[in-house]
């Protein structure tokens, strides 16, 4: 048997030249690994508390630099990773850190190199999509960055992007609730300005495992239906050629949705619990843009930002905390 999502097609000649019966079919194996157990969500959780802390202590950093425009691409990536590594955890990042500034930011699969690297320039966006990989779990965190005052064009953007991911993560589903059926809600507040993303939403993840990991997906591509366990991604965007691009991603978990006054008894739901907790750019984010709900739910997930990673931090990140997570 092969699955012919993910068998080599070196592997599919090989079994032909050798006269095999093959049957093509899901790899059986997948969908177990994908939903995880109580214990490995248990343990998640608390890597992404560790890899919140270093995120949190690299951006209290990078705002208290004086020459923050002087920094480059390269001088970022290595600051980041020196305080996951300071963690005492860290096996491996999860894969090479993406470190956009300005257009380099619109690149979605950027790598920098010592030809490309790129200083940060005063009002341009950086973007950072980075992971780590520690025994307990697998992160992918993504959070564009104001590197001083950005155009108010650039502002309106990354409160559309905030909004589709604050969308997906409060959505209630039914059962059997596929990817495909969910895209639309991170997309919604680019698509009413004429805007959109070219890639999907959200992959699956494992735990100390492939950062990106199926059957599952957040995509109008994928038709799998999403289950308890299920670790994904929830990462719109937006990138415009040769001049900027915002991401925003948390990670989230597929878990039973709590139980509601008006809800019919025999409709059983599913919802998402975020499992990142770091906060997101304020200076960036056009309140106006921004309904009751958003904003309270903003201000919600700020506030456990605040509860959960601020006892792991030293002192002066810890009042970098509280200005960040203030309310909106």
């Not at 999860?94 to 300005?102: E, K, L, N, V, W």
């Not at 992160?139 to 650039?154: C, F, H, K, M, W």
């Not at 070219?198 to 992959?203: K, L, N, Q, R, V």
Request: glycine share 8%.
């Amino acid at each position: 048997m092969i699955d012919p999502s993910t068998a080599p097609l070196a592997c599919l000649a090989a079994l032909q030249k050798g006269g095999a019966h093959i049957l093509r079919d899901d790899d059986p194996c997948r969908l177990p690994k994908a939903c995880k157990n109580p214990i490995e969500i248990d343990a998640t959780k608390q890597a992404h508390l560790r890899d919140g802390a270093a995120v949190c202590a690299f951006l209290h950093w990078l705002d208290n630099q004086p020459e923050k425009a002087g920094l480059t691409e390269i001088d970022i990536v290595k600051q980041l990773e020196g305080y996951r590594t300071a963690t005492n955890h860290l096996h491996d990042l999860s894969f090479d850190t993406i470190c956009g500034a300005g257009p380099n930011g619109a690149i979605m699969h950027y790598r920098v190199t010592q030809d490309n690297n790129r200083t940060l320039r005063w009002g341009e966006p950086l973007l950072v999509d980075s992971g780590g990989q520690y025994h307990d779990g697998t992160t992918d965190i993504t959070r564009t960055i104001a590197i001083g005052p950005q155009l108010p064009e650039v502002c309106d953007i990354y409160t559309r992007v905030l909004k589709g991911l604050i969308a997906l993560s409060r959505i209630r589903f039914p059962y059997g609730v596929a990817g495909c059926h969910l895209d639309v809600l991170a997309r919604a507040p680019l698509w009413m300005a004429g805007q959109d993303f070219d890639h999907g939403t959200g992959h699956g993840v494992g735990v100390f495992l492939s950062v990106h990991e199926g059957p599952q997906r957040i995509s109008r591509l994928s038709d799998v239906p999403l289950n308890e366990g299920m670790i994904l991604s929830n990462e719109p965007g937006y990138y415009r050629p040769g001049s900027f691009g915002i991401r925003l991603e948390n990670l989230i978990v597929v878990t039973k949705a709590p139980t509601i006054s008006c809800s019919d008894a025999h409709r059983k739901q599913l919802s998402f619990e975020t499992l990142t907790f770091v906060p997101f750019d304020r200076r960036m984010i056009v309140r106006a843009l921004m309904s009751a709900d958003e904003i309270s739910w903003l201000d919600i997930y700020h506030s456990a930002v605040h509860e959960k990673i601020a006892p792991l931090l030293e002192a002066e990140a810890r009042a970098w905390l509280v200005d960040a997570t203030r309310p909106l």
